[in-house]
């Protein structure tokens, strides 16, 4: 399986506080991808980088912000959470040739109160 | 901006029969993905089909693309109940970066 884990699996927070999520790969992947998951409605891109320090909006940005400022990093933060954002988030990573697969990490299941 | 569709959004299977569960994107693509995602779990890759044509069978799972219809079809051959789970494809846009996923399949196998 590839290297790609997140942390932390489970957070409880409190409307308006800043959340960071952390995505960490070991497999040289040049492109990561930050989704979340709700019932209903699949899943959905959130942001995603194309290299360190590159990085482009996804369809459901707002409130959202990443940084990337290594090659294994990729992290998600929520400036002020929201209970809106209570939802599961899925990290995901690939390398830049055709026949690679994406690799996903276990999820962060984020709860707003 | 690409969209990606898919049909069903549940398939309610009996076994040892077959289905399709089928994926429509809406431009042309580098790659297409699908995957399985088993309830409170991640996703998990089974196929990624490249060009026009191209077909990849694991077990009794069997993926195809038609990249001039734009289509892509996840075959089911005589169900099982361990193919009980959720189904999606997901599409690189053609010189793209984005990853987008269709809202998938929920395939639930009977007895």
């Known amino acids: 399986d590839a290297g790609i884990t997140q942390s932390p699996r489970h957070k409880v927070t409190e409307t308006g506080t800043p959340v960071t999520l952390r995505c960490h790969q070991t497999?040289?992947?040049?492109?990561m991808y930050w989704y979340r998951q709700d019932p209903g409605h699949g899943l959905r891109l959130i942001h995603y980088?194309?290299?360190?320090?590159?990085?482009d909006k996804g369809e459901v940005s707002d409130g959202y912000s990443v940084s990337r400022s290594k090659t294994e990093d990729f992290l998600l933060t929520l400036e002020s959470a929201t209970s809106s954002q209570t939802s599961v988030y899925f990290c995901?990573?690939?390398?830049?040739?055709?026949?690679?697969?994406?690799?996903f990490g276990q999820g962060t299941r984020l709860t707003v109160v | 901006e690409l969209k990606v569709e898919q049909n069903p959004l549940f398939l309610s299977m009996q076994e040892g029969k077959n289905y399709t569960i089928y994926c429509n994107y809406s431009?042309?693509?580098?790659?297409l993905y699908w995957y399985r995602q088993d309830p409170g779990k991640s996703l998990e890759s089974l196929f990624v089909?490249?060009?026009?044509?191209a077909v990849k069978q694991e077990g009794r799972l069997m993926a195809s693309l038609d990249t001039k219809a734009r289509l892509s079809t996840l075959h089911i051959t005589a169900a099982v109940h361990d193919l009980s789970a959720t189904y999606f494809c997901a599409v690189v846009k053609a010189a793209g970066n984005k990853l987008t996923f269709g809202g998938g399949t929920r395939v639930l196998v009977k007895p």
């Open positions: 431009t042309t693509s580098d790659r």
């Open positions: 980088s194309y290299g360190v320090k590159d990085t």
């Open positions: 089909l490249l060009s026009n044509g």
């Open positions: 497999e040289n992947h040049r492109y």
């Open positions: 995901a990573s690939r390398w830049t040739a055709e026949n690679t697969e994406a690799f």
